[in-house]
């Protein structure tokens, strides 16, 4: 399959044209022409994927095929903040996997596209659209990385537990069920694979059951409570046991909807937004973390912009625990 990324729009990249107020849309390199064009001494690559029909497939609300143009647009106003390290983080946005026919099309080329990217071992952050886009990437990864059997982590960061059965086909509520069942080599074995944050009155009772019996750690956001930063901690040490790399997925759904009503399904309960900031720092330090995408943010359900600047606040703390890697 050929295809060409479309390029990032260049109004998006924010500027203040003042060397003393430096934002992300100044260091942040866009790149037109896909991989074959970028700059060599890259570390971290954005890329979006602008496709929600996995979400409508899920019966959910459409909307979030905007999630990466409008994350974007509120990343890039940024300031990269107090450390001279992320100042320096060589960043650049490939930007938009191009939608297919059909959503297996585009789930394709989404996996040749994270291949592509970790196969010059840059590291993939994907900009959704609807939570089916993790299988893909986790595709991707397990080919570049030629991973074999039980020697990839996983770690959900989601309200839901996502492991709905294939009866209704993809869907936005199946990547961690096709992830455990239908990665190559199986990868992803269950002992390695923990849901975080997981609420209780909105998952099904048998998926909860199904997922438990495959092995999965299924850490509540009751049991989380007031910490967790600790627990994520310890979802990171198990999926780390025994694995070579780790996957994160960060549904922004995980966060209350009073911070995130832009989410696909958004509820009044969930993680604080400094909370989640905290737990992204976090992961971005964590050297055997190797891919993220943040997910299921719908411009049309936001307000004022709240949403889509919480998740460039994700994005920021990510990047800046990554930029302190090998530092410590």
């Not at 839901?160 to 209704?168: F, G, K, N």
């Not at 905290?278 to 997910?295: E, N, Q, S, W």
């Amino acid at each position: 399959m050929s295809f060409d990324l479309h390029p990032p729009k260049p109004e998006l990249f924010f500027t203040r044209n003042d060397p003393n107020d430096p934002r992300l849309g100044d260091l942040v390199r866009p790149v037109d022409g896909g991989l074959e064009k970028m700059p060599g001494e890259i570390r971290i690559a954005l890329v979006g994927f602008p496709e929600d029909r996995g979400i409508a497939a899920n019966g959910g609300k459409k909307g979030a095929a905007g999630g990466p143009e409008a994350i974007r647009r509120s990343f890039y106003r940024l300031t990269p903040g107090f450390g001279r390290d992320f100042y320096g983080l060589p960043m650049a946005d490939l930007g938009d996997v191009p939608p297919g026919k059909t959503l297996e099309e585009s789930h394709d080329r989404l996996t040749q596209t994270i291949r592509r990217i970790l196969e010059r071992d840059i590291f993939p952050i994907v900009l959704g659209g609807g939570h089916d886009l993790t299988f893909p990437g986790l595709v991707g990864m397990v080919e570049a990385l030629a991973l074999g059997e039980g020697e990839l982590g996983l770690i959900n960061v989601d309200s839901h537990l996502d492991v709905r059965d294939l009866s209704r086909g993809i869907t936005s509520g199946t990547p961690f069920r096709r992830a455990l069942e239908g990665l190559p080599r199986r990868a992803l074995l269950g002992r390695s694979f923990v849901e975080f944050g997981i609420q209780e009155p909105f998952n099904s009772p048998h998926y909860y059951r199904w997922v438990r019996e495959q092995g999965a750690t299924v850490m509540t956001l009751t049991s989380v409570g007031n910490r967790p930063m600790e627990y994520f901690l310890e979802a990171s040490r198990i999926a780390g046991d025994g694995t070579r790399v780790v996957a994160l997925s960060i549904d922004i759904d995980a966060v209350r909807s009073q911070e995130a009503p832009g989410a696909s399904a958004s509820n009044p309960r969930g993680f604080k937004a400094p909370e989640l900031e905290k737990i992204a720092y976090l992961a971005g330090r964590t050297d055997r973390i190797r891919y993220l995408d943040l997910v299921e943010m719908c411009p049309p359900l936001d307000e004022n912009g709240r949403t889509a600047a919480l998740c460039a606040g994700i994005l920021f703390w990510f990047c800046k625990g990554f930029s302190e890697r090998g530092r410590r």
